[in-house]
Structures are given as structure tokens and as C-alpha cells.
């Protein structure tokens, strides 16, 4: 238990550290490219492979606290009954107070507790190696469990770490003078068993990747 509470102590550190070299180079710098989504994510498809879905919104004081420029929330159901949410917030230029978010931060505030995270490989045909990671996380509240899938794509890239995606936004903030972003997430209610949820929401995500490089600009 004391290791844990050490490594989380770290964490806590490394992570404020981050976010105040990202605020001091945001602030310092000021002026970056505004760059909008390929297309509006409003047109983001309803119907992808067997799973055809509704759209939706958060309340409006949530995007106000989120501070995204454009969204596509939208709830999926497949013909035999299964469910997964898909938020994508996109932002044209992130700067102190308009700046991604983790669920880490805020799922907890909504009654959610975090039990477990862990990093998922899945198979994205047209990328490089072929494969990418991106972040699993489970949640309870009571007797209802979810499973999370989410990543930051960002300037070219599909990120899996909170870390690394505030170092990118440095860098790219500072060599390229861009600062635009979008954060990708799956949430899905646990029925059966966690893996058996995690294994068509991971399918889903693997068909969502072409389609989100037609909504979100390249590097």
C-alpha cells in the first residue's frame, strides 16, 4: 500500500508538472494556427458496420466546461441489443481553460470509481505497424459496471497516455504552432462478462478509425 500511495504521489507530481509547462508555453506563445475538423462532426456517420445509432448531447454546461469547438455524441445498438456511447470532442486550438480532458478527472465526479486501467492493443489496417494502443478503463458505481476505451488523436497522431499527450501538445505547440486536438471515447454498460464487452467495443473501434481520419486533420 505505501508503494502504491509513493507511485501515486509521483504521478500526481509528474502530471501537475505537465500541465504547468503546458500552460506557461500555451500562455507564453499565444498565437496558434486555428485549424477546424476535415469536415463538421455533425456528419460523422449513424450507421457503422451492423451498428446504427442516435445522437445525442450533454448538457450545454458540460461542453462549456469542456470547451470543445465541435462534438459528435452518439448512442449505438446493434441488432442483437448491445450498446456503446461515442463522444468525439474536437478542438481547434487549446489553450488554458480550453483544454482536453481526461476521464480520469471527471468520471469519478459523476459517482463513477475507477477500479482498473490498463492499455489495449487492437489492429488499425493503414497505420504503420499495423497495431496502436489505446486506454481501457473500468468503472462501477453500485452494481453497474462500464468499460471505457478512449485515446487522444491529435495532430497525426493516436496517443494512450495523459503523459504524452501533454508533451506532444508542448512540442507541436512550440515547432509546429499548433495546438489543435480531438479526444476519441467508447463507453459501454458491462451485461454479460467485461470481456465479451470489450471485445465488440474493441471490434468497433477498429472500424471507427478510417472514418475518424476523414473528420480529424493529419500532422
Same mark, same amino acid.
Given at each position: 500500500?505505501?508503494?502504491?500511495? &509513493?507511485l %501515486?504521489? /509521483?504521478?500526481?507530481?509528474?502530471? #501537475? *508538472?505537465?500541465?504547468? +509547462?503546458?500552460?506557461?508555453?500555451?500562455?507564453?506563445?499565444?498565437?496558434?494556427?486555428?485549424?477546424?475538423?476535415?469536415?463538421?462532426?455533425?456528419?460523422?456517420?449513424?450507421?457503422?458496420?451492423?451498428?446504427?445509432?442516435?445522437?445525442g448531447?450533454?448538457?450545454?454546461?458540460?461542453?462549456?466546461?469542456?470547451?470543445?469547438?465541435d462534438?459528435f455524441?452518439c448512442?449505438?445498438?446493434?441488432?442483437?441489443?448491445?450498446?456503446?456511447?461515442?463522444?468525439?470532442?474536437?478542438?481547434?486550438?487549446?489553450?488554458?481553460g480550453?483544454? &482536453?480532458? %481526461?476521464? /480520469?478527472?471527471?468520471?469519478?465526479? #459523476? *459517482?463513477?470509481?475507477? +477500479?482498473?486501467?490498463s492499455i489495449?492493443?487492437?489492429?488499425?489496417?493503414?497505420?504503420?505497424?499495423?497495431?496502436?494502443?489505446?486506454?481501457?478503463?473500468?468503472?462501477?458505481?453500485?452494481?453497474?459496471?462500464?468499460?471505457?476505451?478512449?485515446?487522444?488523436?491529435?495532430?497525426?497522431?493516436?496517443?494512450?497516455?495523459?503523459?504524452?499527450?501533454?508533451?506532444?501538445?508542448?512540442?507541436?505547440?512550440?515547432?509546429k504552432?499548433?495546438?489543435?486536438?480531438?479526444?476519441?471515447?467508447?463507453?459501454?454498460?458491462?451485461?454479460?462478462?467485461?470481456?465479451?464487452?470489450?471485445?465488440?467495443?474493441?471490434?468497433f473501434?477498429?472500424?471507427?478509425f478510417p472514418?475518424?481520419?476523414e473528420?480529424?486533420?493529419?500532422?
Open positions: 500500500m505505501k508503494k502504491m500511495n &509513493i %501515486s504521489s /509521483k504521478r500526481s507530481l509528474i502530471a #501537475s *508538472g505537465l500541465m504547468l +509547462i503546458t500552460l506557461l508555453v500555451i500562455n507564453h506563445f499565444g498565437h496558434f494556427k486555428n485549424i477546424n475538423p476535415l469536415q463538421p462532426l455533425s456528419g460523422f456517420p449513424r450507421h457503422i458496420g451492423h451498428w446504427y445509432g442516435e445522437t448531447r450533454f448538457d450545454q454546461k458540460i461542453y462549456d466546461i469542456l470547451g470543445v469547438d462534438f455524441l448512442n449505438y445498438k446493434s441488432h442483437d441489443g448491445k450498446q456503446i456511447q461515442l463522444y468525439i470532442g474536437y478542438y481547434n486550438n487549446q489553450r488554458e480550453d483544454l &482536453i480532458h %481526461s476521464p /480520469k478527472n471527471c468520471m469519478p465526479g #459523476s *459517482g463513477w470509481n475507477i +477500479i482498473h486501467t489495449k492493443e487492437l489492429t488499425v489496417p493503414g497505420r504503420d505497424s499495423g497495431k496502436t494502443n489505446i486506454i481501457k478503463m473500468i468503472l462501477k458505481k453500485g452494481n453497474q459496471k462500464q468499460v471505457v476505451l478512449y485515446w487522444f488523436q491529435s495532430r497525426g497522431r493516436i496517443i494512450s497516455s495523459e503523459y504524452r499527450q501533454k508533451i506532444y501538445l508542448v512540442l507541436d505547440a512550440i515547432l504552432h499548433r495546438t489543435d486536438g480531438s479526444f476519441v471515447r467508447l463507453i459501454a454498460p458491462v451485461v454479460q462478462t467485461e470481456a465479451e464487452t470489450t471485445g465488440y467495443m474493441g471490434d473501434a477498429q472500424q471507427l472514418i475518424l481520419e473528420y480529424l486533420p493529419e500532422a
